[in-house]
């Protein structure tokens, strides 16, 4: 989408001139994993990494230099940790130290925050996180190489003065997770991801909202996501997609993506649309992909707002801020058509997000 004065207002930093802008390639390199901002006001900066366990359970973690809502702050590390586990309420963690214990390279992934770090080398990550009752040792080992969409950021205003930035650092790998809750310590594997994000300007100013999921379906790996940037900057569609087979990438040309909601109903938590089943479709020569995030539960139902203390929780109810943040874990599929006959169909269990920045638009 255009703005009024036809300059496009949003876009994907996927120019040569970008890519030699940034220094970047069309390889992924160790350091893009490392600490990509100074952690000042106006900067935000995390660490992802989360995992479908073989008894049902999901993991969360992630390492943050600040709240990402508040990105004027200075530096105000700290590490979020969820658990759900079947038949279990949800364990939910933060972890907060000082600045002084803070510490992340810039070659590479080597964050740490007191004891709990998370340190890798785009293909073997260990993770260790700790909080009271809960302790967490994970193993992730990528079976799809470092990728990220063109350049892995995206440009807001007229004069591109404000980015997003994403790296999925292991878009899927197998995951040893070593768990002790209460003192009862199990093994336990699965499937993994870790990506990382940063930027320069509130998100909230800029993005309206997204989808974003990442799965396995049999031999399939799946991230995708589906960002709509706010009104001032043109309401502008970003699809992120990336569908492997085993190492092999099959497919991540956004213009060959088609996206869709089907089945919403308004959350009664936050009042925004939700969609039952949230659905790409990849279509390249005879060959399509129909990729269908098909929600089972909502485990996350947030109000940013309460994310947000102080003065700044008074003047986000002043400008009614009503942002949510909603994640749901249910069965993926894929199926592969050849000329329109159906040659491939997978299910598994997937992760997915709702992130609802802004109001919704009419």
Known sequence: MRHHNDKLTARRADTPEDYQRLGLDHTVSPWEDGIRTDGKPGSY?????????????????????????????????????????P???????????GVTQFHAATDRCDVSLGDNFIRGDL???????????????????????AWRPATGYTLFGDHEEHYFAWLPSVPQGTVSVRLTVDGDTEELGGVGYHDHNWGDAPMMKLLNHWYWGRAQAGPYSIVSSYITAERAYGCAEIPVFLLAKGEAIVGDDVAKVRFHLEDEFVDEASGKPVANTVVYEYTDGGDEYRVSFN???????????????????????????????LRFTGDVRLEHFVVGEKVEDFRDAGIWELMYFGSVHS
């Open 123 to 145: 293909h073997t990550y260990e993770i260790h996180v700790s909080s009271g009752d809960l302790v967490v040792d994970a193993t992730l080992n990528g079976q799809v190489p």
């Open 295 to 325: 929600r089972a539960q909502t485990i996350v139902d947030q109000q940013l707002i309460d994310k947000v203390t102080g003065i700044k929780h008074v003047l986000a109810k002043l400008a009614r801020f009503d942002g949510s943040y």
């Open 45 to 85: 900066e995390w660490w992802y990494f989360d995992a479908h366990l073989d008894d049902g359970s999901s993991l969360v973690v992630a390492f943050y230099t600040k709240n990402p809502l508040a990105p004027g702050d200075p530096l105000d590390p700290y590490v979020s940790i969820q658990l759900d586990r």
């Open 87 to 97: 038949g279990h309420d949800t364990l939910t963690r933060v972890v907060k130290a």
